[in-house]
């Protein structure tokens, strides 16, 4: 069983990669707004909960949704925060706090691959594990029970399970949304898929609302 989810996780990564990288630029641009749209509209329908929090954000491959976590007024109802690659063999990230709108807190390097990725700085703080309320998660196609397909790296998997109290978010565009996908044991579902076409809320996102952390997924 496990090698036939494996194999079918390849094929859908191939699949979906080729998905990406034929999105017509204007398209893609047009769908991102639409996206960020939604974005803010459920975030004034999260904001008591998240206030003063780390809402931790991922900087996008040119393929993917270009969410925007900053506002020209700097006004968020929380802290924003962006992933940071702590070490490679190990798999591990940090959230730490940064702006894109800012400058000098940004560092580019080279992952495994030949891809390069903008992520804070070493000095910019980190966020605490209890400070961290939301965490948006890129991944290449999602499934309606919040299953995802991530590159196959494994990051995500492991930061999630380290802030299991935080409120998952899954950022696509509404092609990547399947019915179903394959899952391995240690694969961690989202509580939100935001995509162009809406939010969908699913899993423990009623217990977050409410308190503002999840208790019951906590290991």
Known sequence: MRGSVATEKKRLRGEFDRLLGQKDFFDLIGRSATLRSHFESFIQEIATPLAGRCLVSFIPFSTEPQVQVE????DEPYRVAYVRIEDWPSR???????RRDLPGQWED???PGGKRIFQPMDAQPRCALEQVGV????????ARNGARLGRGAG?????????????RVGVAFSDQVLDSLPEDPHDQRMDILLTDAGVVRMNS?????KHGIIQSRAT
């Not at 506002?71 to 700097?74: I, K, T, V």
């Not at 591990?92 to 940064?98: G, I, K, N």
């Not at 996102?205 to 609302?209: C, L």
Request: proline content about 2%; hydrophobic content about 45%; overall charge negative.
């Open 135 to 142: 965490v948006l998660v890129p991944g290449l196609a999602f």
């Open 92 to 98: 591990s990230m940090s959230a730490r706090q940064a």
């Open 205 to 209: 996102y009623g217990e977050w609302e």
């Open 71 to 74: 506002r020209e007024s700097q």
């Open 109 to 111: 390097i080279e992952i």
């Open 155 to 167: 990051f995500y998997d492991r930061f999630l399970i380290e802030h299991s109290h935080a409120l």
